[in-house]
């Protein structure tokens, strides 16, 4: 089974515009996508609001969504939540980059 993690650091405040207000440096999401099919097969969660966020990734998880549906989903804005269209960005552009490669 081919794996590629892909992950997106909100330690820094300008990342996220919620990340800014509450004026938290630290914190991370972190997606762990199937490289062929772009199943979401784990997720990480560490920082504020942690434990309200793991929940968006196990509800897709459940569902055999993929990062995909991340990217087309609409996430309010200004929250933390958004951190998940953010990461499922940054692993489309790593798997991009990872295919192109491997052409």
Not at 36 to 56: K, P
Not at 57 to 68: E, N, P
Not at 75 to 100: G, H, M, W
């Amino acid at each position: 089974m081919n794996l590629k993690a892909a992950s997106f650091s909100i330690e820094n405040a300008r990342e996220l515009a919620r990340g800014q207000l509450l004026g938290d440096y630290d914190g991370m999401l972190k997606l762990l996508i199937h490289q062929e099919d772009h199943t979401i097969l784990g997720v990480h969660a560490i920082g504020t609001g942690a434990t309200e966020l793991i929940h968006i990734g196990q509800s897709v998880m459940g569902c055999g969504g993929t990062v995909d549906y991340l990217v087309d989903a609409v996430f309010n804005y200004p929250t933390l939540a958004e951190s998940y269209k953010v990461a499922a960005l940054d692993a489309t552009n790593k798997l991009r980059q990872i295919d192109r490669i491997g052409d």
